[in-house]
């Protein structure tokens, strides 16, 4: 099986939900693998740069190998991917991050690419992290950030995926405001009227993929398994 994980917003979780996803094969028996094609923003251990975001997808798949080959494109500055591709000269693809994934999937059960920030942040001058699913052509779980403005953002996210012609086989509610008011009018509201079945609710709280794998479920069905 094989899904991109995309989110309605940056910062709403993308990475915590795959992580668990992760886990939750893992802990089926499942042989599993995340990837983070492109990062933009490094953390530092003893100088050597790294993406926080691939060393928990490796977390959470129990990856033991180096990050450089499950996040082959890490970009220091902490902004939009395509202007700091730009600033160091460097012309993303989504062709090529595509073909990538697609050879790293081989030979595993699950696999699951997370894009960064939204669904339609920009890869390059002419294309978005969704051309990356048009290539794949693998199904999308849309990970929400349960907070004010959730709904509108959810829904036109969902409208764009489904305009894309790519398969929304999913989607999970992660709680990022533990404060949200009318959370459950909120989520009944998004259950209603989301075009796809909803595969979990992660609480707030610490971000230990395990803890959350109990909360989440891979999809029953995808466009390509």
């Not at 990356?132 to 829904?155: E, F, P, T, Y």
């Not at 075009?195 to 979990?200: C, N, R």
Request: some cysteine; glycine content about 8%; charged content about 20%.
């Amino acid at each position: 099986m094989r899904i991109l994980i995309a989110g309605t917003d940056t910062d709403i979780g993308k990475t915590h939900v795959a992580a668990a996803l992760l886990a939750q094969a893992r802990l089926s028996g499942h042989s599993c693998l995340g990837l983070k094609p492109v990062a933009a923003g490094a953390d530092y251990d003893q100088g050597q740069a790294y993406s926080e975001d691939a060393a928990r997808l490796a977390n959470g798949a129990g990856y033991t190998g180096p990050l450089a080959a499950i996040n082959p494109t890490l970009l220091i500055e902490p902004i939009a991917p395509h202007i700091a591709a730009d600033r160091v000269g460097l012309e993303l693809s989504a062709a090529a991050i595509a073909s990538w994934a697609q050879d790293k999937a081989q030979g595993h059960d699950r696999v699951l690419v997370e894009g960064a920030g939204g669904w339609r942040v920009p890869l390059n001058r002419h294309e978005s992290f969704a051309d990356i699913a048009k290539h794949l052509d693998w199904s999308v779980v849309l990970v929400v950030g349960m907070r004010l403005g959730c709904i509108n953002h959810a829904l036109l996210t969902a409208e764009a995926i489904q305009a894309d012609n790519c398969h929304l086989a999913g989607w999970v509610a992660n709680r990022v405001d533990p404060n949200q008011s009318a959370y459950q009018e909120n989520l009944t509201s998004l259950v209603e009227r989301m075009p796809a079945p909803l595969l979990g609710q992660v609480p707030y709280g610490p971000r230990d993929p395990e803890a959350a794998a109990q909360f989440v479920s891979w999809p029953a069905k995808v466009r390509r398994s």
